[in-house]
């Protein structure tokens, strides 16, 4: 498995688990459940993020940019100017060019507005940037992000922080059936066993925030996820069983006595 490593644009991460950096009760909780679920690669909402008042707690304190990469993200953007904007910020604050583009519907569901998420796509591989994008699970906007140069689909489980897990695996299968893009599930998972899920389903990857931060223990939650991370791709790679409506006898009968 050691080998087994999860490309994104070319670089190369030994964890299919991302983990976001928000909802912690402190930078302090947020770096140790990170350190512990084993991440190579956590979410940062730029337009919430503190990256200039000394006197409050500055994210890269608690977790080193050099030895974990950061994934700039559009978190409350809901239109494509605002997201394009931020990660234009982004890139000149930190000279980030592999990001996660977010661009919501409404304030309430938080679905992907799909019509603004391909445009800004788009414009920004243009300009050079790798663009992750968090989606809904329709496998055709699925394959149109991927041919307007997408570096990587993100569909939702189920609604940001709802907890509910993967609520549609045909989609997700289509969608991984017709793309040789990294495929990894973006919000909705609420317990370690809906990652091992996604992994089965043949997705390189998961991200996680909620799931860890609110969790009655994080620590735990976060070391759950790594390791339900780890075994579901340990199983899509073993190769399942086919599935049958009739039973099959672990002896075999013949020579019975």
């Given amino acids: 498995m050691k080998k087994d490593k999860l490309v994104i644009a070319k670089k190369s991460f030994s964890s299919r688990l991302i983990v976001g950096t928000g909802k912690y009760s402190s930078m302090a909780q947020c770096a140790k459940a990170i ?5 190579d690669i956590v979410t940062v909402a730029v337009r919430r993020v503190n990256i200039s008042d000394k006197k409050k707690p500055l994210l890269m304190d608690f977790i080193d940019p050099k030895k974990i990469t950061y994934l700039p993200n559009t978190a409350g953007c809901f239109n494509s100017k605002e997201a394009l904007r931020t990660l234009r910020l982004a890139r000149e604050i930190g000279g980030w060019k592999l990001v996660k583009l977010e661009v919501l519907g409404d304030k309430k569901n938080l679905f992907p507005e ?67 893009l990294p495929l990894i599930i973006d919000a909705g998972l609420g317990q370690a066993s809906d990652a091992t899920i996604a992994m089965e389903l043949g ?29 579901g791709r340990q199983s899509y790679l073993a190769g399942r069983i086919e599935k049958n409506l009739m039973g099959n006898p672990s002896s075999p009968l013949k020579g019975i006595i």
């Fill in 114 to 180: 799909m019509i603004e998420t391909l445009k800004s796509t788009e414009i920004l591989t243009k300009e050079g940037f790798k663009v992750m994008v968090y989606c809904n699970d329709d496998p055709l906007m699925a394959k149109r992000l991927e041919n307007v140069g997408a570096s990587a689909i993100m569909p939702l489980a189920a609604p940001i922080g709802s907890g509910l897990g993967i609520l549609n695996k045909v989609n997700i299968e289509i969608i991984r059936s017709q793309t040789k």
């Fill in 203 to 231: 997705c390189d990857g998961v991200l996680v925030n909620t799931a860890i931060a609110k969790a009655k223990k994080p620590f735990e939650m976060a070391l759950a996820f790594k390791n339900s991370v780890i075994a």
């Fill in 35 to 39: 350190n512990l679920s084993g991440a």
